[in-house]
């Protein structure tokens, strides 16, 4: 039993490794590409520079906002996002191979229509190209 279950591991590493799970793909390697949010043609190129996301819209679908570079705490980023009025602390989490989940945590003034709109909201990317 013990033998099936390293097989099974090994298995398991190697099926990861090709989709970018296992140690041998590098951290920048897992945030870099470019980005989309499920279900839409919002698309975000996300590439690491100096250990900072830098992240630049491809399809912004008319939104305009300015983002602070993106700080990398192993399979967690964060950034600040400014967009009417609005400041937020966006943090996004990698999942899955080539998704990331977005949410934010941080959002001011509260009272004002985009974060009620956002709050307890998750939007997921999913990577379409390196």
């Given at each position: 039993m013990?033998?099936f279950?390293?097989v099974?591991r090994?298995?398991?590493?190697?099926?990861?490794?090709?989709?970018?799970?296992?140690?041998s793909?590098?951290?920048d390697?897992r945030?870099?590409?470019?980005w989309?949010a499920?279900?839409t043609l919002f698309t975000?190129?996300?590439?690491?520079?100096?250990e900072?996301?830098q992240?630049?819209?491809?399809?912004?679908l008319g939104f305009?906002?300015?983002?602070?570079?993106?700080?990398?705490q192993?399979?967690n980023?964060?950034?600040?996002?400014?967009y009417?009025?609005?400041l937020a602390?966006?943090m996004?989490?990698?999942?899955?191979?080539g998704t990331?989940?977005?949410r934010?945590?941080?959002?001011?003034?509260d009272?004002?229509?985009?974060?009620?709109?956002v709050?307890?909201?998750?939007?997921?990317f999913?990577?379409?190209?390196?």
């Amino acid at each position: 039993m013990r033998g099936f279950k390293n097989v099974y591991r090994s298995l398991l590493c190697t099926m990861a490794a090709t989709i970018g799970l296992c140690a041998s793909v590098s951290a920048d390697e897992r945030w870099e590409g470019v980005w989309q949010a499920q279900g839409t043609l919002f698309t975000l190129r996300v590439a690491m520079r100096d250990e900072f996301l830098q992240i630049e819209p491809v399809e912004t679908l008319g939104f305009i906002w300015r983002n602070s570079p993106g700080r990398v705490q192993g399979e967690n980023a964060s950034f600040n996002v400014e967009y009417q009025g609005v400041l937020a602390t966006i943090m996004v989490q990698l999942s899955e191979a080539g998704t990331a989940v977005a949410r934010p945590t941080r959002c001011q003034p509260d009272y004002h229509f985009v974060c009620a709109l956002v709050q307890n909201q998750q939007a997921i990317f999913t990577k379409i190209e390196n």
